[in-house]
Every structure is written in C-alpha cells, then in structure tokens.
C-alpha cells in the first residue's frame, strides 16, 4: 500500500524567508502527488500537483515543487514566504488502482512570523 | 478551478440523533466522491469511496451501518450520521472528482458536534 511521509510537523520562518517542506512517498510505480494547503476551519485547496511529464511543477501562489524519483521525494518550495501562507500543508499520493483514492501525509503546520 | 460545495458547514445535535452531510459539485459531474474525516490537529482519514449509482466502498474499520453514503446522482452525494454519538464529533470534508488520474476537489468541510 502507498504511504506518505511528511518529517516536520511543525516549522516557523520569516516572512520573505525561502521555504522548503519535506514530503516522501511510498509506492510501487509513478504516483499522482499533490499538496494541498488548508487554512483552520476549511476545506483543502489544491496548490500543485504531478502526474507525468516536466518534474518540476508550479502552482499557485508563488509554490513549486519537484518529483524526484530517485529520492521518492516531492518537496513543496517558495522563495519568499507571505504572511498569509500560514496554515497546514497537506502532500498527498494518488494511485491508479482503488478508485483513484488520495492518501495524505499527516501535515505540516507553517508558521510565518514577521 | 471546479467547485464543491459542502453542507452544513457546521452542525450540533443531539446525541442519538442522525445527521446528514451533502457535498455537490457544482459546476462539473463527478463519477466519484470521497469521504474524508479530520481528527483535531492531524491528516485526514478516507472513510468511503461513493461512485455514482452504486455502492459505497468502505475503508478497513468504518462502520458502513453507521456512516450511510449516498450517490444518487453525478452532483450530489451524502453521508449520513446515524445514531450519533460523541466521539463521532470530528471534521468531515468531502472530495470529488470527475475520472481516473483527474485532480479532486475539495469541499468545505462540516464540524459536527455531537452533545
């Protein structure tokens, strides 16, 4: 079964600051991978997402992350955190059996301090 | 990007009450539906996969008689809470998505509070 590793449950930077958060996969072939960004008391908005192709993808909000299969590793980065990107960050792996069901990481909380 | 809307956002009930949560995409059809639920503070846990016109597939140790997952159409699907109790109070977030390989989207979430 797939799973999904996320390291840091909690980490703070300045506001402007470059962010990096750490996500690993587990799974047998090439993963769907997403991170999803989830403010308190909401629903999750996606911000990126991988399913084949160029290995380094943008989303919104100024994020990007990078599939890299060696490491089964898809990290989350921004050069220059805002004060609103203060939240939970979920990454998750979807695969192509089981319905396309998504499995998530246990989340990171960011916090921006200014 | 698509739109799921979830509803309530929030509901208290009494305990040994039902509850029912709908989540509907708004502006696209979506063969599957996912349920999800979120411990304070920690990831969320798929409940059931809901695709439409058939039953619900349930994860290991979710009780199909007590979480009852309805997908009558391609835009609406619903959970319902029977018989509630307290340690059924968590945050319910609902996903949809329209195929195979294809992004889901999520809903708002409902915080039920079950007293």
């Known amino acids: 079964a797939q799973s999904v590793t996320q390291p840091d449950i909690h980490i703070t930077v300045s506001e402007g600051a470059s962010l990096e958060l750490r996500c690993n996969y587990s799974?047998?072939?090439?993963?769907?991978l997403f991170w999803y960004v989830q403010s308190p008391g909401q629903g999750l908005q996606l911000l990126l997402k991988?399913?084949?192709?160029?290995?380094l993808v943008q989303g919104i909000k100024g994020f990007e992350a990078e599939f890299k299969r060696s490491q089964s590793s898809f990290n989350l980065r921004k050069p220059s955190v805002h004060w609103s990107d203060a939240a939970e960050y979920f990454c998750?792996?979807?695969?192509?059996?089981?319905?396309?069901?998504?499995?998530f990481g246990t989340g990171t909380q960011l916090k921006v301090e200014l | 990007g698509a739109v799921v809307s979830q509803h309530p956002s929030r509901v208290i009930c009494k305990s040994g009450t039902s509850v029912k949560i709908e989540c509907r995409s708004l502006?696209?059809?979506?063969?599957?539906m996912f349920w999800y639920r979120q411990f304070p503070k920690q990831s969320l846990m798929l409940m059931a996969t809901?695709?439409?016109?058939?039953?619900?597939?349930?994860e290991q140790g979710v009780e199909k008689d007590k979480f009852l997952i309805n997908h009558a159409s391609l835009t609406l699907s619903t959970l319902t809470v029977t018989s509630a109790h307290p340690e059924d109070s968590s945050f319910y977030i609902c996903?949809?998505?329209?195929?195979?390989?294809?992004?889901?989207?999520f809903g708002q979430g409902t915080r039920l509070t079950v007293v």
């Open positions: 996903s949809a998505r329209t195929g195979v390989g294809t992004e889901a989207f």
């Open positions: 799974y047998g072939a090439t993963p769907y």
């Open positions: 991988y399913f084949s192709g160029d290995t």
């Open positions: 998750a792996v979807g695969v192509t059996g089981g319905g396309n069901k998504l499995t």
């Open positions: 502006d696209f059809q979506a063969t599957t």
């Open positions: 809901s695709n439409e016109g058939s039953k619900a597939t349930y």
